[in-house]
């Protein structure tokens, strides 16, 4: 990873401002609070956002803005990326907002958790640093805030040991031996209660013998009565095949007493129809008797001279219905005639001047129109005299043709029933002759059925004694049925037994399924348990002290020479002890760390500062910040001799980017670019 460029906008002191980084070495130069170390702080956001308690947006963000962004561009793996993340102020406190990555210039909306994980993977760092606080790797490696060193070298033996397990990523052994005892643990809870959960083994297993017992006394019970139930089967069968006999011969005793009721009521039917038809015979002779004499008296009169009057006297009937219609017209012309002449009186009578000429009309005129309509209404009073005798003697003469046309058509219609009378007294006289036949044939039949009913008599004889047997196997077959059905019951009870305990048996076979697997789980439990305790958690603890072996030689070795690179003193002496504390030996004697000078203990810092570096990309192989480091204020303290030193350790680390921020002119001499910053009215400036 190389650092290419920064942009800066209302990031504490800095409002709007890009700086270019050049490989190589690089010194950020200017006073104590001009801005550098807010450079280093900016770079750690970009890359890893903020982290409660370590780096705050109140940390970042300028006073009284309510944006600000940090941009950061570098290049890795020959891909170069820019990130950034942005800063916002609401409701009283900062955070980050979403930002952006871009490799080779394709660009990537992503979250501020996004953000870091990407650059995890860019950085081939482990990945379980996106749910932890600090980035321990890269604050080890690449930049250490200038108390973070401070801390570590003055921390706890236990507490310093912990931060470099965590560091070189061996905290997981120790990690891994806490788990295993309290993996022990619930290993031995659950080995407790698998125990409790067992204890009833034998119990089961005594159970289980019991009811195969029981099992077997009750099956041997139920075969005693299927035995049983099959010979009474056998016998049922028996009675059942006696029973098909008498049922065939009650079936043929039915069929013939069948056929002799059968005969029997053919034999009253023919008696019956015999003596109906008899009857039938002497009602037919006498009606034949009576139709003979009616036939006597009829006159000898035919149908045809009968329907010639008739037809006569219709005519004559048609004649006077005219002749009366006329008469009637007639009567009734004289009757208007009369009418007009009486009212042409009484007009007259009454008019006293003409209505046409209004001439007056005079009496003697009146009178002589008088005289002629009353002349001319005798007229017509005689005239009606004569019509009406008329029309009331057509009126007699029409009612007399009526009745006698009358008389006529019931003397016709007699006729008709004579006729009739006649037909059936012919069809009579033929049917005395069948009915005679019918008798005879009727006579023959009773003979005939008479010999067959003695017959069936005597074969209904030969059956007297199946009833008798038939209630004998009846009594038997019950008795028998009863006792299967006892034994049924019986077979139900045994039966339901049985199933009982085949049921208990199966679930106790579970229970002791499940049992036997609980033993062996128990048993490989403690087997892993013996392991763990015996054999992994020794092993942990040798792969962990055989790894911190190789780091603390390493380690040593190299704050020993980072040191005496740094100091030269012939009589000073430095290594680590096994907790990885500085031990200081002054012409054979054991100093106390803090008996150093200012100088002497910077020099100690930066030694234990690049030893770490040095070592974490030994170990951990593949991170992609090999190629770069920062030193924060790394002479503090020195003398000038120990700075022109300084350039010395830049050459030895060989790093292809080395940014310093420091106060101290000097070591512009031996950098190969200088930025310059200086801070006026709280904003920063960059000279060059």
Known sequence: MLIKKIKLENIRSYINHEIEFPEGSVLLSGDIGSGKSSILLAIDFVLFGLRRGDLSGSMLL?????????????????????IRRNLKRARGSIAQDSGYIIVDGKKKEASALELKQIVLELLNYPMDLLTKAKPLVYHYTVYTPQEEMKHILYAENEVRLDILRKVFGIDKYKRIKENSKIFLSKLKEIIKELELRTNDLNDIEKEKQNLGEEIKKTQENINKVDLEKKIFDLEINIIKNKFDELEKKRKLLFELKSKFNFIELKINDCINDFNNKKSNLEDLKEDISNLKKELVDVDGITEKDINTLIEQKQKNIKFLDDTLGNLNYKLN?????????????????????????????????????????????KECDYEIKNFEENI?????????????????????????????????LIEKENNIGKIEDEIKKLKEDVGKFNIEIKKLKDEISKFDEIDEKYSKFSKDMEILQDKIKNLAANKGGLDAQLKQFQNRLKILDMEYDKKIKLVIRKNKIMTLQSWIDNDFISIMGSVERSIMLKVH????????????????????????????????EQDGFKIDFECLSGGEKTAASLAYRLSLNQVINHVMG???????????????????????????????????????????SKIESFVQHVIKLNKRNHVTEILN
Request: hydrophobic letters at 35%; glycine letters at 4%; a negative charge.
């Open 62 to 82: 300028r006073n009284g803005k309510n944006n600000g962004f940090a941009e950061l561009t570098f290049n890795v793996l020959d891909k170069e990326v820019t």
């Open 333 to 377: 012309e004289f009757n208007i005639k009369r009418n007009n002449s009486n009212k042409l009186i009484d007009g007259i009578k009454k008019l006293d001047f003409c209505p046409i000429c209004k001439q007056d009309v005079g009496k003697e005129h009146k009178n002589n129109i008088v005289s002629t309509e009353e002349s001319t209404i």
């Open 392 to 424: 009331e003697d057509a009126k007699k003469n029409l009612g007399k043709f009526r009745d006698e046309l009358e008389n006529l058509k019931d003397k016709l219609r007699d006729i008709e029933i004579i006729k009739i009378k006649k037909k059936n």
């Open 553 to 584: 030689h390493d380690f040593s070795n190299l704050f020993e020479k980072w040191f005496n690179t740094l100091v030269d003193t012939e009589n000073l002496n430095v290594k680590l002890d096994e907790e990885f504390t500085p031990l200081i």
């Open 622 to 664: 593949n991170l992609n910040t090999k190629d770069i480091i920062i030193l924060d204020e790394p002479t503090d303290g020195f003398s000038e001799d120990q700075i022109d030193r300084m350039r010395n350790v830049l050459e030895e680390l060989k790093l292809r980017q080395v940014i310093i921020v420091s106060h101290e």
